[in-house]
């Protein structure tokens, strides 16, 4: 009796074909795992709001990184209505607050300019906070001091322990 290669061909292909059926397939992997949030990630983000002749609003980031409740953003600048411009090493932006830390620097163009470690931004309130140092420039007069409120609505600024360079 001699065995033909086709007839053990055709017996393997039979033997695995069996197997292949009969294992339980493994669970596919969903893209968004329970264990992590984690929902989209960009890289050289750009966010642009557009009005009919302009440019009103914009965000851009190295880095972006969507969670299920909040954005995460790396070495972010962000542009209001051309009057306001913030930049920062990284920010977290959670329903309406963005918490900026790092290398912060706050300017509304022609006013004045805010540098600190930290932020936090109330989109609703349009309210400032920064609890730690941080130095301010308005005209030619510096001040330097902790713990700092700004609402943007009001103008009105407040801090402790202030050190100033007023000049007239």
Not at 55 to 83: C, D, G, M, P
């Amino acid at each position: 009796m001699v065995l033909r290669v086709e007839y053990i061909l055709t017996v393997a292909i039979a033997i695995t074909s069996i197997l292949i059926l009969q294992s339980k397939p493994k669970e596919s992997i969903s893209p968004s795992r329970e264990s992590s949030s984690k929902e989209l990630y960009f890289k050289n983000f750009t966010l642009l709001e557009l009005n009919e002749t302009t440019l009103k609003n914009s965000l851009i980031a190295e880095e972006a990184t969507k969670y299920k409740s909040s954005l995460f953003l790396k070495r972010v600048q962000l542009n209001y209505e051309n009057e306001d411009m913030i930049s920062a090493d990284s920010a977290v932006y959670i329903k309406d607050s963005i918490y900026l830390k790092g290398s912060v620097i706050f300017e509304e163009i022609g006013r004045f300019k805010f540098w600190s470690s930290d932020l936090n931004y109330n989109i609703k309130s349009r309210d400032i906070y920064s609890g730690g140092r941080f130095r301010l420039k308005i005209g030619d007069s510096s001040f330097t001091g902790e713990r700092l409120e700004y609402n943007l609505n009001g103008k009105e600024i407040v801090a402790s322990n202030i050190e100033a360079n007023l000049s007239y």
